[in-house]
């Protein structure tokens, strides 16, 4: 069946420094593809979403720019604060439900 | 707007026992949404509806009943609680579904369930 296949965490990283996660799916034909966000003790948000084969989302200095050629919506940011530690999630959507991955966490140290 | 709201935020239960969580959005969304959140698993669909009066079983069903009685809430009923329903349970909703394609889906705080 269609799955979501993201990086296994933690990702520990000292401030400034380049993220990037990554993001693989199965599916049929093009779903839309999600970034979402889960800080400590909260529910998730989402960061960025992109709708269509190319699309790049963005959003707080993140960006993910949907691959039909790899299957692929990598999440990158240039520079992370302390403030990004948080469980990040892609997701893909389709027939009224997102699929999520399994969530990487990421630790940023000053 | 309080947005996505989930009561209660914590439960302890013995197996068992059965309870009933509560979902309420204020954004007139039509479809909403139960997840099950467990360590290395990412998120889990429980059961969702696509509007006032219609469920849909997700991924992860058993053990679990729900209800959309009025829009603007969804239930997430256990009946018998056990120890593999030990978890946290989110509630989302979405003005369309997210196989539409450009939806997003806005999430509550979470419950936190465990069954002794």
Redesign the interface.
């Known amino acids: 069946g269609d799955s979501v296949t993201q990086m296994e965490g933690p990702v520990t990283l000292s401030e400034e420094a380049f993220l990037t996660i990554n993001c693989t799916y199965t599916a049929t034909g093009y ?2 593809l ?1 970034w ?1 966000v889960q800080y400590p ?6 960061l960025l ?1 992109a ?2 084969a190319d699309d790049k989302g963005s959003n707080k200095g993140f960006e993910a720019t949907y691959r039909k050629e790899t299957t692929s919506f990598h999440l990158e940011k240039g520079s992370v604060q302390v403030s990004d530690s948080a469980v990040y ?1 892609c997701a893909k ?6 699929t ?4 990487t966490q990421l630790k940023v140290e000053l | 707007n309080a947005g996505v709201t989930q009561t209660p935020k914590f439960r302890v239960l013995k197996t068992g026992q059965s309870m009933t969580l509560l979902c309420a959005q204020d954004m007139n969304h039509e479809y909403m949404y139960w997840y099950r959140q467990d360590p290395g698993m990412g998120l889990r669909l429980i059961h969702y509806s696509v509007g006032e009066g219609t469920t849909a079983k997700g991924e992860v069903p058993d053990g679990y009943n729900v209800s959309r009685l009025k829009k603007q809430n969804f239930l997430l009923g256990l009946e018998s609680a056990a120890p593999s329903q030990t978890s946290v349970y989110f509630c989302a909703s979405s003005y369309l579904g997210s196989g539409s394609g450009t939806d997003t889906q806005y999430f509550g705080p979470g419950t936190r369930l465990t069954v002794l």
């Open positions: 779903p839309s999600f979402y003790g909260e529910g998730l948000q989402l979403k709708t269509k999630f959507g389709g027939g009224n439900k997102l999520f991955g399994t969530g």
